[in-house]
C-alpha cells in the first residue's frame, strides 16, 4: 500500500545566499580574476556566482597558508589548536540548519539525508580531531611527531561537507595549514564554512578556501609550495595526481572510487537485508563512494529477495529534495545523469534485464529512477565500473566461493557488506575480502574514529581515526627529538 504525504518543505527562509563569493585567503574574502555559476540540480535555478580560482589564486592562497603555518598554526600548542577545532565543531553544530539547507540546494541530496548525516558527523570529525590535538605523541607516532606544512587539498561533489571535514579537520589538529578546492558543482557549504572559520577568530591563512574546476585543482596538486596532497575523486584523476606528485617529493593519499559489493547468503533476514541494501545504494542517489552498487544473492532465495527488493524500491519517494519526505534527491550534475544513463544503456545491450521503480520525474533539473539490472554479466561494464547513480546490478552465486570471486573481482576495494545469521562465515568472508570497509549485516555506517579507505583502485591511505593522523605527521623523523609541535 502507498501512502500519500502533504508536501513538508523545509525553508530555504534560513540562509542568506549571496548573489557572488570571491575566495578565502588570508582570513577574508577576495576577489579573484574569473567567475561561473553554481545552479541547484533540482530546478536548474542559478544560485550564486562564484570565483574560478587560476594559478595566480592559488599562488596566493599557498603563501598565505605558508605564513600561517610558520608563524602561527605549526608552533602553537596542541591545545590551544584544539580549542579552535572545538570551536568550529560548535559553529557547524549551530548553523546546521543553514549548512543543510545549503548542501542540499547545492548537491540535490535530499534534506533528511543532509540534515541527519552530512552535517551532523561534519562537526563530528571536528570535535574527534579536537580532541586529538593535543595528544598526538600518544598517537604511536613518535613522543614528538612533526606537521608536514602546507597540504593542498581537492574533494568531490557527493558529500561537499563531510569531505571537507575528512580533510580539514585532521590536517588542523595535527599542525598543517590547508587549501582546500572544493567541487565546481558545490562550493557553496565550503564558503559558508569558510565564515564559520572566520567566526571562530581563527588565524588567518589557517584555511584557505579557492573555489574553481579542475584547471584550479591542477594548479593547486602542481604548485611547489604544497607539502601534501590529499584527493578525493574520480580514479582518471587520482592517477593523473599520482604521476604529478611521484617526482615532486609530495606526500600524497588518494581516496577514489568505489563498486562495493553486498552479499545476502539465503539465511539471512530478508527484511533488515532488503532495507540494507536499499539505505546502500539509494542514499545520495547512489553519490557514495562506497555505495552497493553490486548485490549478489545466493540462488536459492534470488527470486523471493528480489520480489522484496523490488516492492521495496516502488515505495520510494523522488522528488523535491528540500522536501523531508524525500528518499531519492537529483543527480547532482547533467554529466553525472549522462553519465548513469549510457552505464545503463551498455548493462542492457550486454544483456541485463532493467527494471525501474515507478515514479514521475520532474519536468526540470536531473533526474533518474530506482533501477534495478538483473541478470547482469560479470565482465559488463556496469559491475566494473563505478556508476555512481541509483542503479543497482545483481546477479547470483551458489557458494561462497563463488561470491568471493566475484566480489574480488572488481578492480576496486573500498567496501562491501555480507548478509548472514552465521557468526563463522561473516568472518570467514570479511577476512577474505579485499575491500577497506566491511559491514555484517548492516551498511554506510561511519564513525570519525573508525578509518575509511580503499585498496587496488580504491586508492590509498586512511581518513578517520588514528590510522587518519598519520596522513598529516611526518612519521618518518617523528622519532626525533626537538622541532616536535607542541602537544
Ligand atoms: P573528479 O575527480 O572529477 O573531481 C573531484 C575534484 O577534483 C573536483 O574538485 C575537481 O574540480 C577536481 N579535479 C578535476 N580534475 C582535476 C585535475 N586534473 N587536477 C586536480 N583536481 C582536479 O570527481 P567527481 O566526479 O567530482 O567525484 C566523484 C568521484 O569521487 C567518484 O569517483 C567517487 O567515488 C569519488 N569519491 C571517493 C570518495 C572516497 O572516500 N574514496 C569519497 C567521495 C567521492
Redesign the pocket.
Known amino acids: 500500500m502507498r501512502f500519500e504525504y502533504a508536501p513538508a518543505p523545509e525553508s530555504r527562509a534560513v540562509i542568506t545566499l549571496r548573489d557572488s563569493y570571491g575566495l578565502f585567503i588570508g582570513g577574508s574574502f577576495v576577489a579573484g580574476s574569473s567567475v561561473f555559476k553554481t545552479i541547484s540540480p533540482a530546478t536548474e535555478d542559478v544560485l550564486a556566482e562564484v570565483t574560478l580560482g587560476g594559478a595566480e589564486d592559488v599562488d596566493r592562497a599557498v603563501a598565505a597558508a605558508r605564513h600561517a603555518y610558520e608563524r602561527t598554526w605549526s608552533v602553537m600548542p596542541g591545545k590551544e589548536r584544539g580549542k579552535y577545532l572545538f570551536r568550529i565543531a560548535r559553529l557547524i553544530t549551530e548553523r546546521a540548519r543553514e549548512l543543510a539547507v545549503l548542501e542540499t540546494l547545492d548537491n540535490g541530496m535530499p534534506i533528511l539525508q543532509a540534515r541527519d548525516v552530512d552535517v551532523p558527523l561534519a562537526s563530528a570529525h571536528f570535535f574527534y580531531h579536537a580532541g586529538w590535538a593535543d595528544k598526538l605523541g600518544y598517537a604511536g607516532f613518535g613522543p614528538s611527531p612533526r606537521p608536514l606544512g602546507v597540504a593542498g587539498q581537492?574533494?568531490?561533489?557527493?558529500?561537499p561537507l563531510l569531505?571537507l571535514a575528512?580533510k580539514i579537520a585532521p590536517a588542523l589538529a595535527c599542525g598543517n595549514t590547508v587549501v582546500l578546492?572544493?567541487?565546481?558543482?558545490t562550493p557553496l557549504t565550503a564558503l559558508l564554512f569558510a565564515e564559520i572559520c572566520a567566526d571562530a577568530d581563527l588565524p588567518p591563512g589557517v584555511v584557505n578556501v579557492v573555489t574553481?574546476?579542475?584547471?584550479?585543482?591542477?594548479?593547486?596538486?602542481a604548485h611547489p609550495g604544497i607539502d601534501k596532497i590529499a584527493?578525493?575523486?574520480?580514479?582518471?584523476?587520482?592517477k593523473?595526481?599520482a604521476r604529478?606528485c611521484a617526482v615532486s617529493g609530495k606526500r600524497l593519499t588518494?581516496?577514489?572510487?568505489?563498486t562495493a559489493t553486498n552479499i545476502v547468503f539465503d539465511d539471512a533476514d530478508v527484511d533488515q537485508a532488503v532495507e540494507g541494501i536499499v539505505n546502500g545504494i539509494f542514499f545520495n542517489q547512489g553519490?557514495?563512494?562506497?555505495?552497493g552498487s553490486r548485490l549478489l544473492v545466493q540462488e536459492s532465495v534470488a527470486g523471493t529477495f528480489l520480489d522484496a527488493l523490488r516492492s521495496r524500491m516502488a515505495r520510494l519517494r523522488l522528488g523535491d529534495p528540500l522536501d523531508r519526505n524525500t528518499d531519492i534527491g537529483a543527480i547532482n550534475s547533467r554529466?553525472?545523469l549522462d553519465k548513469i544513463t549510457s552505464l545503463v544503456s551498455s548493462g542492457t545491450a550486454d544483456g541485463a534485464s532493467r527494471w525501474s521503480a515507478p515514479c514521475t520525474l520532474p519536468d526540470h533539473g536531473f533526474w533518474f529512477p530506482p533501477t534495478l539490472l538483473t541478470e547482469v554479466p560479470s565482465a559488463s561494464r556496469i559491475m566494473q565500473e563505478?556508476i555512481?547513480g541509483p542503479v543497482l546490478s545483481v546477479a547470483t552465486f551458489s557458494t561462497p566461493e563463488e561470491a568471493l570471486v566475484k566480489a574480488n573481482g572488481a578492480p576496486y576495494g573500498?567496501s562491501a557488506g555480507v548478509w548472514t545469521q552465521q557468526g563463522a562465515l561473516l568472518l570467514q568472508m570479511s577476512s577474505a575480502l579485499r575491500a577497506g570497509v566491511i559491514w555484517a549485516n548492516t551498511f554506510n555506517r561511519f564513525d570519525p574514529s573508525s578509518p575509511?579507505?580503499?585498496y587496488k583502485e580504491?586508492?590509498f591511505g586512511r581518513?578517520g581515526g588514528r590510522h587518519g593522523l598519520e596522513a598529516y605527521l611526518d612519521v618518518v623523523s617523528a622519532g626525533d627529538v626537538g622541532g616536535g609541535i607542541g602537544v
Not at 588518494?254 to 568505489?258: A, T
Not at 553519490?287 to 555505495?291: A, F, G, N, P, S
Open positions: 581537492v574533494i568531490p561533489w557527493n558529500f569531505m575528512w578546492k572544493p567541487a565546481e558543482t574553481g574546476d579542475g584547471g584550479t585543482g591542477h594548479s593547486l596538486v584527493f578525493t575523486g574520480a580514479r582518471s584523476v587520482g593523473e595526481i604529478m588518494l581516496e577514489l572510487g568505489g553519490h557514495v563512494c562506497c555505495t554529466a553525472q563505478e555512481f573500498l575509511f579507505g580503499g580504491s586508492g581518513e
